[in-house]
């Protein structure tokens, strides 16, 4: 074989190679897209008291990961336990204000009955005297005397019944519906509730960062002390749209992280530097996972396999999550 036959040979191989690789990296491209343009998104929680006061302990620490409804910081409590001494003491008083009314209630309906008995009394004499005057077997001086007895005693039936109306809207038909029951058990839930905000409680898991707090600090209302980053992340990756044409809603999805660096300088405060994220594959806790994310980094580098349902090269390494296309996605 010649030389120019084995170098024809070469440039036809080649040729070929490349056309292979060429088929292979357009079939890949609209099979199994891979992008690096991809970023692991951790929500971050701004956390703030919602009570002032001076704190008093602080049972955490930057960069330390903790579980959803632990303490982050404690504020003095002893001004809401005061608070939730003195709502009890209201409700103690309107409750034996409630006990004076039904003492007085009771009087006034005992004297409505009186009242009662006495203008039917005074009715039937008033009756009997007025027939007795048609006959004039009765003089008009004593007519006169019980008519103005019976008027007068109707006059102290309706004093008496709008007294103990009176009471009877003072008291409450019942102690759902009396006021002062109402406002002071409503003030003990509202110190009872201010009570509970002296413990600030992480919301959810995730890693404490930006701690500025610590014991001596007075807290306020609102005012930012620390951070949570989530351990849930969302992977937001861009591809192009040709890419996704046989993409479907659902498709599954490797994805792999790169490492998270952080470089100090002279303007970063030791306190926003991450703590490196311990796990190699990372999902949201929406999606399946095989090892949990701890989040290091509020957000992160990563790389997006998507595996086409007729494809079956996608990564063990990492654990498939769903592909969701956003909105601006055709």
């Not at 002032?52 to 302990?57: F, I, M």
């Not at 109306?165 to 008291?171: A, H, I």
């Not at 190699?280 to 399946?288: D, G, I, K, N, V």
Request: positive net charge; charged residues 20%; proline residues 6%.
């Amino acid at each position: 074989m010649t030389p120019d036959q084995i170098f024809a040979r070469w440039v036809r191989a080649s040729l070929l190679l490349f056309a292979l690789v060429f088929v292979y990296f357009l079939a890949a491209d609209l099979w199994m897209p891979l992008t690096p343009q991809s970023r692991v998104m951790h929500p971050v929680v701004r956390v703030a008291p919602q009570v002032s006061g001076q704190v008093v302990s602080v049972p955490v620490s930057d960069n330390q990961h903790v579980q959803a409804g632990e303490v982050l910081f404690r504020i003095d409590p002893r001004p809401y336990e005061l608070a939730v001494q003195q709502a009890q003491l209201a409700l103690e008083a309107a409750e034996r204000d409630n006990a004076g009314y039904d003492a007085s209630l009771a009087a006034a309906e005992a004297d409505v009955r009186a009242a009662q008995v006495e203008v039917n009394e005074l009715s039937r004499e008033h009756d009997r005297l007025s027939t007795l005057l048609a006959s004039r077997n009765v003089s008009q001086q004593m007519y006169d005397q019980t008519q103005s007895r019976y008027q007068s005693a109707q006059s102290a039936l309706s004093s008496a019944k709008a007294r103990a109306e009176q009471l009877r809207v003072q008291r409450g038909l019942t102690d759902e519906d009396n006021l002062r029951l109402r406002q002071a058990r409503n003030d003990l839930e509202r110190a009872e509730l201010n009570l509970g905000y002296t413990e600030v409680r992480a919301q959810e898991a995730g890693i404490v960062s930006n701690l500025q707090v610590k014991p001596g600090t007075f807290a306020s209302v609102g005012g930012s002390l620390a951070a949570l980053v989530s351990d849930d992340a969302d992977v937001i990756a861009d591809f192009r749209e040709k890419s996704l044409v046989h993409m479907q809603r659902g498709e599954a999805a490797a994805v792999g992280l790169m490492p998270c660096r952080v470089r100090s300088s002279p303007r970063m405060s030791p306190r926003w530097m991450p703590v490196p994220n311990k796990a190699s594959c990372c999902l949201t806790a929406r999606w399946p996972r095989r090892k949990p994310l701890t989040a290091g980094c509020a957000m992160r580098s990563a790389s997006v396999f998507i595996c086409n349902w007729r494809s079956r090269h996608c990564s063990a390494s990492c654990p498939p999550v769903r592909a969701r296309p956003s909105s601006s996605t055709p």
